[in-house]
């Protein structure tokens, strides 16, 4: 009997226990602020140019909102040096934003927390997203239908990247035409080099043509590949590590004829002193101070970016035209340009959560906050607030992107300046594209875009289209492809760069045993992998 008694005891005890740890969902209070708000860390990978990210207005609303006060870490610099540290410690903040890629859930198993059922359970939002837009539930997905990384979707941006700016003042200063073809092209670099285009008596300053980025870039695009399709090679994607389809294959343009073909023409332009000696080492900063100038006299002929504002400046935008896909020859009968629709819409690991997170619950509300329809456009576009100054809700349920509140910047700086833009999570809804007013840089970038649409036309989902983004993998072919991905963008970026740049190497003496080594590096089975995995995707489309 007395054995019943304490045994009785202490059930009562254990279950009290837990019934007071049941109200605040941890029984830690130190997860919890005086005024009951649940403690959260958060790591943010954004570039340093911005406003830092705990002094955004609608993300302290969003915090009050969801009842989570966060401690900010913002990461500026060399993340990827970085996180390996971090991650090989185990110790990682609660939430990682913009920080993770689908190898890091391979690496470090057991790290991040599988958010499938916290998404059923606390995520009204991305659950809409999920409904309304499936694919991006598959790209948010792994193999075994966990999710680690959560997507995003916006309704709003067109189907490329990086367009193709040609100095129309200089062109008319030199009486020229736009280039169609790659030695129309070459004619009109070396006019830019030596005419004194931009008019100040000095034939020494001009650039004729600049990029930033080496040939395998797995960020910001390869703008180094636009080009690439006068060859009628159909690039997407960005054409990351250069896989693309052709013909329901998966092939890789650094190994391809076409390739050999291009970088023989760069050669030729870089030894006659038509691209940039800074355009493979330049950093981003460099490279758009370099294409501002100073706000006066131009100093680049043909480059590549967003929109013409974005590249040159408000000062200089109205000097530049974008300009169609410039064929190889004029056998070249269907010109092909990068197809980014994937990319540019669709966002995957945008969000993750670590396995040791103490209050999984109020982290998952205040992940779906940011999905919220009016949250999401602030995410994009900057606060619907005085403070923030980025959106305007207007009275009949419509909504505009407002001016730069510093007219020295132009919108996208801006936007980039004060808000998280494309690197935060959200979901655009379709109905935005109705309800929704851009601001000027978004509207001049469609409008820019729209000379692609011939390029674009003979885009086909079923034999030409790879967005690798949605491709599934098993952990081990992961593993697999990361290893030898790393074999063969050293070989490709140190050959391509060197064959560029140095006017004693062979490029067609070389190319055999450099496609060779390539293929023998790893992209053989790489290629394997892909197709099976590109077959699967074919075999989902309806």
Same mark, same amino acid.
């Given at each position: 009997?007395?054995?019943?008694?304490?045994?009785?005891?202490?059930?009562?005890?254990?279950? &009290?226990?837990?019934?007071?740890?049941?109200?605040?969902?941890?029984?830690?209070?130190?997860?919890?602020?005086?005024?009951?708000?649940?403690?959260? !860390?958060?790591?943010?990978?954004?570039?340093?140019?911005?406003?830092?990210?705990?002094?955004?207005?609608?993300?302290?609303?969003?915090?009050?909102?969801?009842?989570?006060?966060?401690?900010? %870490?913002?990461?500026?610099?060399?993340?990827?040096? #970085?996180?390996?540290? &971090?991650?090989?410690?185990?110790?990682?903040?609660?939430?990682?934003?913009?920080?993770?890629?689908?190898?890091?859930?391979?690496?470090?198993?057991?790290?991040?927390?599988?958010?499938?059922?916290?998404?059923?359970?606390?995520?009204?939002?991305?659950? %809409?997203?999920?409904?309304?837009?499936?694919?991006?539930?598959?790209?948010?997905? !792994?193999?075994?239908?966990?999710?680690?990384?959560?997507?995003?979707?916006?309704?709003?941006?067109?189907?490329?990247?990086?367009?193709?700016?040609?100095?129309?003042?200089?062109?008319?200063?030199?009486?020229?035409?736009?280039?169609?073809?790659?030695?129309?092209?070459?004619?009109?670099?070396?006019?830019?080099?030596?005419?004194?285009?931009?008019?100040?008596?000095?034939?020494?300053?001009?650039?004729?043509?600049?990029?930033?980025?080496?040939?395998?870039?797995?960020?910001?695009?390869?703008?180094?590949?636009?080009?690439?399709?006068?060859?009628?090679?159909?690039?997407?994607?960005?054409?990351?590590?250069?896989?693309?389809?052709?013909?329901?294959?998966?092939?890789?343009?650094?190994?391809?004829?076409?390739?050999?073909? @291009?970088? #023989?023409?760069?050669?030729?332009?870089?030894?006659?002193?038509?691209?940039?000696?800074?355009?493979?080492?330049?950093?981003?900063?460099?490279?758009?101070?370099?294409?501002?100038?100073?706000?006066?006299?131009? %100093?680049?002929?043909?480059?590549?970016?967003?929109?013409?504002?974005?590249?040159?400046?408000?000062?200089?935008?109205?000097?530049?035209?974008?300009?169609?896909?410039?064929?190889?020859?004029?056998?070249?009968? #269907?010109?092909?340009?990068?197809?980014?629709?994937?990319?540019?819409?669709?966002?995957?690991?945008?969000?993750?959560?670590?396995? #040791?997170?103490?209050?999984?619950?109020?982290?998952?509300?205040?992940?779906?906050?940011?999905?919220?329809?009016?949250?999401?456009?602030?995410?994009?576009?900057?606060?619907?607030?005085?403070?923030?100054?980025?959106?305007?809700?207007?009275?009949?349920?419509?909504?505009?992107?407002?001016?730069?509140?510093?007219?020295?910047?132009?919108?996208?700086?801006?936007?980039?300046?004060?808000?998280?833009?494309?690197?935060?999570?959200?979901?655009?809804?379709?109905? &935005?594209?109705?309800?929704?007013?851009?601001?000027?840089?978004?509207?001049?970038?469609?409008?820019?875009?729209?000379?692609?649409?011939?390029?674009?036309?003979?885009?086909?989902?079923?034999?030409?289209? @790879?967005?690798?983004?949605?491709?599934?993998?098993?952990?081990?072919?992961?593993?697999?492809?990361?290893?030898? %991905?790393?074999?063969?963008?050293?070989?490709?970026?140190?050959?391509?760069?060197?064959?560029?740049?140095?006017?004693?190497?062979?490029?067609?003496?070389?190319?055999?045993?450099?496609?060779?080594?390539?293929?023998?590096?790893?992209?053989?089975?790489?290629?394997?992998?892909?197709?099976?995995?590109?077959?699967?995707?074919?075999?989902?489309?309806?």
């Amino acid at each position: 009997m007395k054995k019943k008694m304490i045994l009785s005891i202490l059930i009562c005890t254990m279950l &009290m226990g837990s019934l007071a740890g049941c109200g605040k969902g941890t029984s830690d209070n130190s997860t919890e602020t005086e005024d009951g708000k649940v403690k959260l !860390t958060a790591l943010i990978q954004r570039g340093g140019s911005g406003k830092a990210v705990d002094e955004i207005e609608w993300l302290k609303e969003l915090e009050e909102k969801t009842g989570v006060e966060i401690e900010w %870490q913002q990461i500026t610099a060399d993340w990827d040096q #970085k996180k390996s540290a &971090m991650f090989a410690s185990g110790e990682i903040p609660d939430l990682l934003f913009a920080a993770t890629d689908d190898a890091d859930y391979v690496q470090y198993n057991g790290l991040f927390e599988d958010m499938s059922p916290l998404i059923e359970a606390n995520a009204p939002n991305i659950q %809409q997203m999920f409904t309304e837009h499936p694919e991006t539930k598959e790209l948010a997905s !792994t193999e075994d239908n966990k999710i680690f990384g959560i997507s995003s979707y916006q309704a709003l941006w067109p189907k490329v990247s990086s367009s193709m700016f040609i100095n129309k003042t200089w062109l008319d200063n030199l009486g020229l035409e736009v280039p169609t073809t790659w030695d129309e092209l070459k004619e009109v670099l070396i006019a830019f080099r030596d005419g004194d285009p931009n008019g100040n008596g000095d034939t020494t300053d001009e650039i004729p043509m600049t990029f930033t980025s080496d040939f395998v870039s797995r960020s910001g695009g390869a703008d180094i590949l636009c080009l690439l399709g006068g060859t009628g090679m159909q690039l997407t994607d960005r054409a990351p590590y250069g896989y693309f389809a052709e013909d329901a294959a998966v092939k890789n343009c650094f190994v391809d004829e076409r390739f050999k073909d @291009y970088i #023989k023409f760069l050669k030729e332009l870089y030894q006659e002193g038509c691209i940039s000696k800074d355009a493979l080492t330049q950093d981003y900063s460099k490279y758009q101070s370099v294409c501002r100038a100073d706000g006066v006299t131009a %100093q680049v002929g043909l480059t590549f970016g967003w929109e013409t504002a974005d590249r040159f400046g408000n000062e200089l935008k109205d000097e530049y035209i974008t300009i169609p896909q410039i064929r190889q020859d004029e056998s070249v009968e #269907k010109p092909a340009y990068p197809y980014e629709f994937y990319v540019l819409n669709y966002h995957k690991n945008l969000v993750a959560m670590s396995s #040791k997170c103490e209050n999984k619950e109020a982290a998952m509300r205040f992940i779906d906050g940011f999905y919220d329809k009016e949250v999401s456009l602030e995410v994009l576009f900057g606060g619907m607030n005085d403070v923030d100054k980025g959106i305007k809700k207007n009275d009949d349920g419509t909504y505009e992107v407002l001016p730069p509140a510093d007219e020295s910047m132009d919108p996208g700086t801006w936007k980039w300046q004060m808000t998280l833009a494309d690197i935060g999570p959200f979901y655009i809804r379709d109905e &935005m594209r109705d309800k929704l007013t851009l601001g000027t840089d978004m509207l001049r970038a469609v409008e820019e875009k729209k000379v692609y649409d011939e390029d674009l036309k003979n885009v086909d989902p079923k034999t030409n289209l @790879y967005p690798q983004s949605f491709m599934k993998y098993s952990t081990e072919d992961i593993n697999t492809m990361a290893m030898n %991905q790393a074999n063969i963008d050293n070989i490709v970026d140190q050959t391509a760069a060197a064959w560029m740049t140095d006017p004693s190497r062979d490029i067609e003496a070389e190319w055999d045993n450099y496609v060779k080594s390539v293929y023998d590096a790893g992209l053989t089975q790489n290629l394997e992998i892909r197709q099976k995995s590109y077959e699967n995707y074919l075999s989902s489309l309806k």
